[in-house]
Nanobody, 115 residues
Framework: QMQLEESGGGLAQPGGSLRLSCAAS???????MNWYRQAPGKQRELVAT????????KYADSVKGRFTISRDIPKNTVYLQMNSLKPDDTAVYYC?????????WGQGTQVIISS
């Protein structure tokens, strides 16, 4: 079982930045790593993906150009750098590790964007 622990959430002002971290209990080199978010009353949505092997990244249209996902394999940590934050980015952010037949979730970290 892989354990994932997110950190870095909190309160930020519109236009500000936050960096979320997701520390894994074991190597995730073989996993596709994802960041999801869930706003109150809304479904969980995929925000960013870092694919295993190629390391290709993908983003939801709503965050493209503002968010960057990256992975530090020696540290077993994946990051989500969030810039130019908007109130609509307010949500609980979840880290996910996925490969065929296996998926793991963190407990989530709250992000609130408000002036």
């Amino acid at each position: 079982q892989m354990q994932l622990e997110e950190s870095g959430g909190g309160l930020a002002q519109p236009g500000g930045s936050l960096r979320l971290s997701c520390a894994a209990s074991q190597s995730f080199a073989a996993f596709t790593m994802n960041w999801y978010r869930q706003a109150p009353g809304k479904q969980r949505e995929l925000v960013a993906t870092s694919e295993s092997g190629s390391g290709d990244t993908k983003y939801a249209d709503s965050v493209k150009g503002r968010f960057t996902i990256s992975r530090d394999i020696p540290k077993n940590t994946v990051y989500l750098q969030m810039n130019s934050l908007k109130p609509d980015d307010t949500a609980v952010y979840y880290c996910n590790a996925w490969k065929i037949f296996r998926t793991y979730w963190g407990q989530g970290t709250q992000v609130i964007i408000s002036s």
